[in-house]
């Protein structure tokens, strides 16, 4: 089994960056794909960004093009978020999740694809 921790959310203004991290252990980092996700209040989990096992393959939500970087450094067994022009509408908390059964280019972008998350933090962007 696979446990997934993130760290790195917080309170930011508007315009201001954050950076999330997520530790994984249990199994081997790079057998999976990474992926982030996000989830407001009285909304549904909604898909941010997902990285293939060797960091080669990456995608985003349309929404977060331009604004957020997925990376993964699998020596220190983390994936990271870097989130860069805040709006009041990234508001969420935001979960890490990992993807064992297809690790590599795999356009794979829903909740269900994913096996294992994280326990979430909470990003707050203030106007």
């Known amino acids: 089994q696979v446990q997934l921790v993130e760290s790195g959310g917080g309170l930011v203004q508007a315009g201001g960056s954050l950076r999330l991290s997520c530790v994984v252990s249990?199994?081997?980092?790079?057998?999976?794909?990474m992926g982030w996700f996000r989830q407001a209040p009285g909304k549904e989990r909604e898909f941010v960004a997902r990285?293939?096992?060797?960091?080669?393959?990456?995608y985003y939500a349309e929404s977060m093009k331009g604004r957020f970087t997925i990376s993964r450094d699998n020596a220190k067994n983390t994936v990271y978020l870097q989130m860069d022009s805040l709006k009041p509408e990234d508001t969420a908390v935001y979960y890490c999740a990992a993807d064992g059964i297809n690790p590599r280019g795999a356009a794979r972008t829903t909740a269900a694809d994913f096996g294992s998350w994280g326990q979430g933090t909470q990003v707050t962007v203030s106007s």
């Open positions: 990285i293939s096992w060797s960091g080669a393959i990456i």
């Open positions: 249990g199994r081997t980092f790079s057998s999976y794909a």
